[in-house]
C-alpha cells in the first residue's frame, strides 16, 4: 500500500453571484511511497497549490480521496506538516520558541520541546540564533527557522508549497542543498510544489506534471540522477538535462539554459 494516495481528485469552484461552475481539477490521481521526495510542477494557476492544501486538509475537495497510511484525510492533522512560503513565523516569539510551538500545542513537556526544538535548530544550521526575533534574521534563515518547525513535530509527510519563492537565487541554492542534506538524514515523505523546473529536477525522486485547467496528471517522471547531488555537477549530467529539456517542452517553455 502506498503512503500517500492522491485518487481521482476533483474541485469545481461555483460563483455564489452567478452560479457558474468552474473546473480547477479534474480526475489528479497520484500515488508517493514512504520516504519519497516528489515535485508537483505545472503551469501558472494549474491547481498545484491547491492539491496541496487539499493532501494538508486545508481544502475539501469536491471529489476525489487522499489517504496517508491508508486513512483518508478529513481534515489538518500533525501528521502533515506545511512550510509555506511566507515562512509563517511568529514575528514576537523567539527562534526558539517557534520552532518548540508545535511541540507545545502537541501537549509536550517544556523540557522535551526545548530540547527536540534545539535538536531542530542544529540540524537546520541555525546554531546561536536561538533568542533572535524573526525580523532579526534573513529570509533564507527565517525560512531554515520554519522547515526546523515543521520536522520538530515528526510529520509523517512535509508539504512544502513553493519554499523558496521569497528569497533570492543564491540563497535558494543554498536553501535546496540544505533540505536535500535534511532529507537525506531523515527521510521524512516529502510533497513539494514548485514553478521551478530546475529546482524540481535537481531535488526530486519523481517529478509529476500537471496539465493546464482543468488540471490532470501529464506526466510522472522518475529522476534516475544518484544522490547526493550538487549544482556544479548538473550543467553537465545529461540525465538533468534531458529531463530538464523534456519538462520545458510540456510547460511551453524552448530554449531556456540551464541556470547557474
Avoid at 546561536?128 to 520538530?152: D, I, N, T, W, Y
Avoid at 524540481?200 to 544518484?226: G, H, K, N
Avoid at 550543467?235 to 510547460?251: A, C, K, P, Q, W
Amino acid at each position: 500500500m502506498s503512503f500517500l494516495t492522491v485518487d481521482r481528485l476533483n474541485q469545481v469552484y461555483t460563483d455564489v453571484y452567478t452560479n457558474e461552475h468552474t473546473v480547477a481539477i479534474d480526475d489528479v490521481s497520484f500515488t508517493i511511497p514512504a520516504g519519497e521526495f516528489v515535485s508537483l510542477i505545472g503551469p501558472s494557476g494549474c491547481g498545484k497549490t491547491t492539491v496541496l492544501n487539499i493532501v494538508a486538509g486545508f481544502v475539501e475537495a469536491t471529489g476525489g480521496a487522499v489517504q496517508l497510511e491508508g486513512v483518508p484525510v478529513a481534515g489538518p492533522g500533525p501528521d502533515r506538516g506545511v512550510v509555506f512560503q511566507d515562512f509563517a513565523l511568529f514575528p514576537w516569539k523567539t527562534v526558539l520558541a517557534n520552532v518548540a510551538f508545535g511541540l507545545k500545542m502537541n501537549g509536550v513537556g517544556k523540557a522535551e520541546r526545548q530540547a527536540t526544538a534545539q535538536e531542530m535548530i542544529d540540524l537546520v544550521g541555525l546554531s546561536g540564533f536561538e533568542r533572535k526575533f524573526p525580523h532579526e534574521l534573513s529570509g533564507g534563515m527565517r525560512q531554515r527557522a520554519a522547515v526546523a518547525r515543521v520536522l520538530a513535530t515528526e510529520p509523517s509527510i512535509m508539504l512544502m508549497d513553493e519554499p523558496f519563492a521569497s528569497v533570492d537565487a543564491q540563497t535558494r541554492r543554498v536553501l535546496q542543498q540544505e533540505v536535500l542534506r535534511i532529507w537525506d538524514l531523515r527521510r521524512t515523505t516529502v510533497l513539494f510544489v514548485t514553478h521551478d523546473v530546475d529546482e524540481a529536477v535537481f531535488m526530486s525522486d519523481r517529478v509529476i506534471v500537471l496539465s493546464t485547467r482543468p488540471s490532470q496528471v501529464q506526466a510522472d517522471i522518475r529522476i534516475p540522477i544518484e544522490r547526493p547531488r550538487s549544482w556544479t555537477d548538473m550543467h553537465t549530467n545529461e540525465d538533468f538535462v534531458s529531463i530538464r529539456r523534456e519538462l520545458m517542452g510540456m510547460l511551453g517553455v524552448e530554449g531556456a539554459e540551464v541556470a547557474p
